[in-house]
Nanobody, 115 residues
Framework: LMQLVESGGGLVQPGGSLTLACVGS????????MFWVRQTPGARFQWVST????????SYTPSVKGRFTISRNNAKNTLYLEMNNLKTDDTAVYYC????????RGQGTQVTVSE
């Protein structure tokens, strides 16, 4: 059974930082490109970032480029998202997923950026 478990969300002030983690199980993590997506209430999933299987290629939605860094440790079946200089618009539930549309995702972790 495929499972993705996110952690690391929380409440942070604008300009602050958080690092999210996602542990995968039930599938061959090292052979899958991985994605971070986010969702605000009433909105569709927004693709945030992608990393390929061997960490040789990454991509980001323009609004987070230069502030967020995606990485992975295949030996630990773990995906990361380092988020710096957070803005209020980054407030959302963040999910790791096996697709950029949010299909086959974890339960999510809430990130709230507020004074």
């Amino acid at each position: 059974l495929m499972q993705l478990v996110e952690s690391g969300g929380g409440l942070v002030q604008p300009g602050g930082s958080l690092t999210l983690a996602c542990v995968g199980s039930g599938f061959d993590f090292s052979k899958q490109p991985m994605f971070w997506v986010r969702q605000t209430p009433g909105a569709r999933f927004q693709w945030v970032s992608t990393i390929n299987e061997k960490s040789t290629a990454t991509s980001y939605t323009p609004s987070v480029k230069g502030r967020f860094t995606i990485s992975r440790n295949n030996a630990k079946n773990t995906l990361y998202l380092e988020m710096n200089n957070l803005k209020t618009d980054d407030t959302a539930v963040y999910y790791c997923a096996l697709s950029p549309t949010g299909d086959r995702r974890g339960q999510g972790t809430q990130v709230t950026v507020s004074e």
